[in-house]
């Protein structure tokens, strides 16, 4: 299997083993990119950061195509279909596609603070995205609309993580922050 991450002025870089030895991929930008996803096929991946940009692969990285979407995004993760897919970033911004990328739509957050993170369990509808503040927004229609969980703290959240039965979540954050749930979120816990 191959593994690639993204980084500054556009690089991104690749493994297909196992990450002893990285290549240098072409990602088609020189913006910084800030996070990585593939589909299950590792061919189709994309990755997203700062201006709204959104590079594109079907060929597990060989090419990368790239369009902005408007705000600065921090986070991608696209269901299994590899069809269905959402970006987060600055000003409670999400992004949803449904046709592997080639068009996004603005979905209304209700939180103007800036998305870190964002994760949707196997079942393509449940998704959560963590911010500044202990902010964490949920939602159970695959993306179309999303409503506040009291996470319990207030420190910024970066990273969010759900096991694929969207039961059971965990999120980190500043100064060693972490919370959880096993109820989809419902309640978390430090």
């Given at each position: ?96 596609t449904a ?53 319990g703290t ?37």
């Amino acid at each position: 299997t191959s593994l690639s991450l993204p980084g500054i002025a556009g690089t991104i870089l690749a493994t297909t083993d196992a990450g002893n030895a990285w290549q240098a991929q072409t990602s088609g930008t020189e913006t910084d990119l800030w996070s990585v996803t593939f589909a299950a096929d590792g061919k189709l991946g994309w990755a997203v950061g700062n201006y709204g940009t959104i590079v594109a692969t079907a060929d597990a990285g060989s090419t990368w195509r790239s369009r902005t979407t408007g705000p600065e995004l921090r986070s991608v993760t696209f269901a299994a279909d590899g069809k269905h897919g959402w970006a987060v970033g600055n000003y409670g911004t999400i992004v949803a596609t449904a046709d592997g990328g080639n068009t996004w739509r603005s979905r209304t957050t209700g939180t103007e603070t800036w998305l870190m993170s964002v994760t949707f369990a196997a079942d393509g509808k449940h998704g959560w995205a963590v911010a500044g503040k202990g902010t964490i927004v949920a939602t159970t229609d695959g993306g179309n609309t999303w409503q506040s969980q009291t996470s319990g703290t207030k420190a910024g959240l970066s990273s969010v993580t759900f096991a694929a039965d969207g039961k059971r979540g965990w999120a980190v954050g500043e100064d060693g922050t972490i919370v959880a749930t096993a109820d989809g979120g419902n309640t978390w816990q430090a």
